[in-house]
């Protein structure tokens, strides 16, 4: 079953601060992060493997809480170039299988 | 050099046509995917290939028939196109297939089916 993303979609002025959260029905192995920018491919963002592990990659970070099965991105202090759709990708234990969540479209505007 | 590049970059053809996409990857890793993305965005896994050996296949219909002639390359031919084939197809690699690493994707093949 495709992981829930939350919200939809979200406009931010430059600077300001965003969650997006991720969460699956099913118990996750891992949870990995995507930014697809209009009209190019999903670029990799950062992979989260154990429960409470938390990354951060400049201003994007993320968490991820095994128990709850969810995952959030946290962008802080927005960029232009932070606009595109994110997505979050679970693995529930079975090898090599990511299932993309529902995405959200973050627009950021000055 | 492309890590991941597929061909055609566009397709636009008629129902019940026959089309194939191409895919290869330069980054020497293990494992091939196609994934499909509809309008409203949903990335859907369609095949896994690890070195050559088809490991995923999630209920695709038997109109698509993926191919992998050696491990670093993945082609996708399709039979009989429905309208609703119309959607951007993603080839991508990753290292391995025992837990997935990082994605590496093509630059997609839009298929728009008349």
């Known amino acids: 079953q495709q992981p829930v993303q939350s919200p939809q979609a979200v406009i931010l002025r430059e600077g300001e601060d965003a969650v997006i959260n991720c969460s699956s029905s099913?118990?996750?192995?891992?949870v990995h992060w995507y930014r697809q920018k209009h009209g190019e491919a999903p670029v990799f963002l950062m992979i989260l493997l154990k429960g409470g592990e938390q990354k951060g990659h400049d201003k994007i970070s993320a968490s991820f809480n095994e128990k709850k099965q969810q995952s959030s991105l946290y962008l802080t202090a927005s960029q232009l170039s932070y606009s595109g759709t994110y997505f979050c990708?679970?693995?529930?234990?079975?090898?090599?299988?990511?299932?993309f969540g529902t995405g959200t479209r973050l627009q950021v505007t000055l | 050099d492309t890590a991941v590049s597929q061909t055609p970059k566009y397709l636009v053809t008629q129902m019940g046509n026959d089309k194939s996409i191409k895919c290869e990857q330069n980054l020497g890793h293990d494992t091939m995917y196609w994934y499909k993305q509809d309008s409203k965005k949903f990335l859907k896994i369609m095949f896994s290939?690890?070195?050559?050996?088809?490991?995923i296949n999630e209920t695709v219909p038997n109109r698509f028939s993926p191919k992998s002639p050696d491990k670093a390359h993945l082609n996708l031919h399709i039979n009989s196109l429905e309208l609703g084939d119309s959607a951007v197809y993603f080839c991508?690699?990753?290292?391995?297939?025992?837990?997935?690493?990082?994605?590496?994707f093509g630059e997609g093949s839009r298929l728009t089916v008349l």
């Open positions: 099913k118990a996750l192995y891992s």
């Open positions: 290939y690890n070195n050559k050996e088809l490991i």
């Open positions: 991508a690699s990753s290292r391995d297939s025992t837990n997935t690493g990082e994605l590496f």
């Open positions: 990708g679970t693995e529930t234990g079975t090898a090599s299988k990511l299932t």
